[in-house]
């Protein structure tokens, strides 16, 4: 079992709808949650990060974090065509080298 | 504020040659981290340093590969006698001390080995 697991999609919605992406994880330590965005042929994008469980909202993105269920969500609302792109999420503890998990990332298409 | 810089951004070696990667961290940055990302494939840690010392190397092969970030200057990936399964995105990313969730990244370097 991947200590990440994120569904590869495609997701394709079209332009105006809310996106949601998802994460599970098997490692309770993990203390720091991201996630990325990353453009075809591009190096990621830190779009946000959370600090153990809660919610987080930046503008059109929100972050939720449920460490009782080892789940973590990335919601996109008013999704736009430039929102398509991979979205990573990722995972870190606290010490121990501060390794850093990655999932495999979910495609995202927004259709104009 | 110049970003994590990464070169050259496209390598290309023949089997049996080696590959030198550099990476500069953002300016106030002093911890790196490098990655590996195959095809169609999620972001792989291979190794975390800070100035003249490693600190993870955990996600690093035990042969061929080898990373440093000196006192001075980029840190370096190498990888000696490369084989075609090394072709791959090799990413850097730079963050603040102890702040692994502050990671920015660069561009890549793109290696294809013939």
């Known amino acids: 079992q991947k200590e990440v697991e994120q569904d590869p999609g495609p997701l394709s919605v079209p332009e105006g709808a809310i996106v949601s992406l998802n994460c599970t994880y098997s490692n309770s330590a993990f203390q720091y949650f991201m996630w990325y965005r990353q453009y075809s042929r591009k190096g990621p994008e830190l779009l946000m990060y959370?600090?153990?469980?809660g919610n987080k909202e930046d503008g059109r993105f929100t972050a939720q974090v449920d460490k009782s269920s080892k789940y973590i969500s990335l919601f996109i609302r008013d999704s736009q065509p430039s929102d398509s792109a991979t979205y990573l999420c990722?995972?870190?503890?606290?010490?121990?080298?501060?390794?850093?998990?990655f999932g495999a990332g979910t495609r995202l298409f927004v259709k104009a | 504020n110049a970003g994590v810089m990464q070169n050259p951004r496209h390598l290309v070696r023949r089997r049996g040659q080696e590959a030198r990667l550099r990476c500069s961290p953002m300016k106030g940055h002093s911890h790196v981290y490098w990655y590996r990302q195959l095809p169609e494939e999620g972001l792989k840690f291979m190794v975390y340093?800070?100035?003249?010392?490693?600190?993870?190397e955990s996600g690093m092969p035990k042969e061929r590969f080898s990373a440093e970030f000196p006192k001075e200057g980029p840190s370096i990936l190498r990888i000696q006698q490369v084989v075609r399964g090394d072709s791959a995105a090799y990413f850097c990313?730079?963050?603040?001390?102890?702040?692994?969730?502050?990671?920015?990244f660069g561009p890549g370097t793109r290696l294809l080995v013939l």
């Open positions: 990722a995972m870190s503890e606290i010490g121990g080298g501060f390794k850093t998990i």
């Open positions: 959370t600090y153990s469980s």
């Open positions: 340093l800070q100035k003249e010392n490693i600190i993870d």
């Open positions: 990313a730079s963050s603040p001390p102890g702040r692994p969730e502050t990671q920015y």
